[in-house]
């Protein structure tokens, strides 16, 4: 009878064992695939000369590409990240805060520091600084009608995630898309310049090193919340793809976009505003000390802050 047990105890174990070298061996197979499938598209759309005073639409999403999938060298850190304690998931929730309220700042800022583009409605002329505040507005009232929708989806889940944590992922998961397409505009618009691709190859190469930031920013959000490691990868991704995409018809009818440039960035602004202060910085709370969650913030503003004011002087 002992020898029996001992037998199907040995038996489990192996079993457990071969499931989770199975699902290993899975998880490897997809990350290489997706390395496959980012590598294959960045090769087939380079175009043939990096750099052209004449920049074509193969320009723009080539270079709007590779910002895009810098976000997922953020992300890759927290791959190994373990189940995460109450005080770890507080701390990546201030410190993401810091990051998201340092986008917001920087988003506004650029805003207001657009060239004058004589926008007039009505005889009457709209400066930047109302467009943007009217779009900092917009994006608030976006994510509150947005979380209000989300929350009702009982049935929405992220892997074993459920309820309310998986309508918070979905929300800030979204916000940091949209975030992405005034990113987007921006590219566009740069490709349009007197430089051409050149100051198009500079400003794209500037947001790719701001992504990687950002894109752990995101993984700082999903990962210790229990969203598996290829789901964090992939949506750390996909929330940059929109610069790409908006990038191109931007490039090609940038008279009609211009005008809005300070309304997408001031709406960027406003969605990351309220994410950061009345989801992260909230939920931070319920499990750190408020000391430590005053000095995690401040660390990864300034961080993120220096990081782009050397962007900014290197380009």
Request: charged fraction near 15%.
């Amino acid at each position: 009878m002992r020898e029996r047990r001992q037998r199907l105890e040995g038996h489990h174990r192996n079993t457990t064992h071969d499931t989770l070298r199975s699902k290993e061996d899975c998880a490897s197979s997809k990350f290489l695939l997706l390395f496959l499938l980012l590598a294959a598209v960045t090769a087939l759309s380079k175009p043939e000369s990096l750099t052209s005073k004449a920049p074509t639409p193969l320009h723009v999403w080539y270079y709007g590409w590779l910002a895009a999938i810098c976000t997922g060298v953020g992300a890759l850190p927290l791959l190994v990240f373990s189940k995460p304690s109450g005080f770890t998931l507080g701390l990546s929730n201030a410190v993401a805060a810091g990051m998201m309220l340092s986008a917001s700042y920087s988003l506004a800022y650029e805003g207001l520091e657009l060239d004058d583009d004589g926008l007039i409605l009505l005889d009457v002329k709209i400066s930047h600084a109302f467009r943007v505040s009217a779009g900092v507005m917009l994006g608030i009232a976006f994510v509150l009608v947005t979380k209000q929708m989300v929350e009702t989806w009982d049935q929405f889940h992220f892997g074993d995630i459920t309820g309310l944590q998986a309508s918070k992922i979905i929300l800030i998961v979204a916000v940091m898309t949209l975030h992405s397409f005034a990113e987007g505009l921006g590219i566009g618009v740069a490709f349009c310049g007197k430089g051409g691709a050149h100051l198009g190859a500079f400003i794209s190469m500037s947001l790719a090193v701001h992504n990687v930031p950002e894109g752990l920013a995101v993984a700082l959000v999903l990962a210790p919340r229990g969203v598996p490691r290829f789901q964090t990868l992939v949506l750390a991704i996909l929330s940059s793809l929109p610069q790409p995409v908006i990038a191109v018809p931007v490039f090609l009818f940038v008279e009609n976009f211009i005008a809005w440039e300070p309304v997408g960035l001031g709406f960027a602004a406003g969605a990351m505003l309220w994410v950061a202060v009345f989801e992260l910085i909230l939920d931070a709370l319920k499990e750190i000390p408020i000391e430590t969650c005053s000095v995690s913030i401040s660390c990864s503003f300034v961080a993120m802050m220096a990081i782009s004011s050397w962007i900014n002087v290197s380009t």
